[in-house]
């Protein structure tokens, strides 16, 4: 079974312009979640979708957003670029259903610079 | 806000040996439990979880014990190798809420 797959692996932008991150999940999982990893914050949540709702949200500004389509696929859209977005955004999937707890299985991840 | 925390950023180990990594929780509610292994340039690996109902849960190589009452999460590696080297973190989950992460333990393991 392939696993998680975000596109692209690197970027490169300026301050000020915007950015699109794809992710594919693990066929059969529902829910998406995404993190933002810093070497001075670590792993941080961004949100989570199933189904495509968001199910939950980190603690994060507006210009950050995401969305998940019918074939559970998602995006995560970073609008107005700052220097401190420079990070490795990270998608992970899982079942998700329920009160079923299962684990999230991580992408290799997209490195995000801002220039 | 309650986080997820690690005793020691660095732990190096002889191959061989076994490796301790423990990790401090400060949410009561939190009832799943997960140790996750990240190498340089991938995303993080999962390792093993195990729920708040559970004392202990093991794995190929791996144990993962958990002390409710004191709130204290370790990973044992049994004979470490080479390839084991990378950065462990621990992750807690309450129901309903995101897999919170720790800052994550650098595991050096030398031949």
């Known amino acids: 079974k392939a696993g998680v797959t975000q596109t692209p692996r690197y970027l490169i932008k300026t301050r000020g312009q915007q950015v699109t991150l794809s992710c594919s999940p693990i066929?059969?999982?529902?829910?998406v979640s995404w993190y933002q990893q810093t070497p001075g914050q670590g792993l941080q949540f961004l949100f989570e979708y199933f189904s495509e709702t968001q199910r939950n949200k980190g603690n994060f500004p507006g210009r950050f957003s995401g969305r998940q389509f019918s074939n559970s696929r998602s995006e995560m859209n970073v609008s107005t670029l700052e220097l401190g977005d420079s990070a490795l955004y990270l998608c992970?999937?899982?079942?998700?259903?329920?009160?079923?707890?299962?684990?999230?299985?991580f992408g290799n991840g997209t490195r995000l610079t801002v220039t | 806000g309650e986080s997820v925390g690690l005793h020691l950023p660095t732990l190096s180990v002889q191959e061989g040996d076994n490796s301790i990594i423990n990790c401090a929780y400060s949410n009561s509610a939190s009832d799943y439990f997960i140790w996750y292994k990240q190498e340089s340039g991938k995303g993080p690996q999962f390792i093993i979880d195990?729920?708040?109902?559970?004392d202990k849960r093991q794995g190929q190589r791996v144990t993962v014990l958990l002390n409710k009452t004191v709130k204290h999460l370790s990973l044992q590696i049994a004979a470490t190798q080479p390839g084991d080297s990378a950065v462990y973190f621990c992750a807690e989950n309450q129901a309903g809420t995101a897999l919170i992460f720790g800052k994550g333990t650098t595991l050096s393991v030398s031949s």
């Open positions: 992970a999937s899982s079942l998700g259903s329920g009160d079923l707890k299962s684990p999230l299985h």
């Open positions: 066929s059969g999982h529902r829910s």
């Open positions: 195990i729920r708040s109902n559970m």
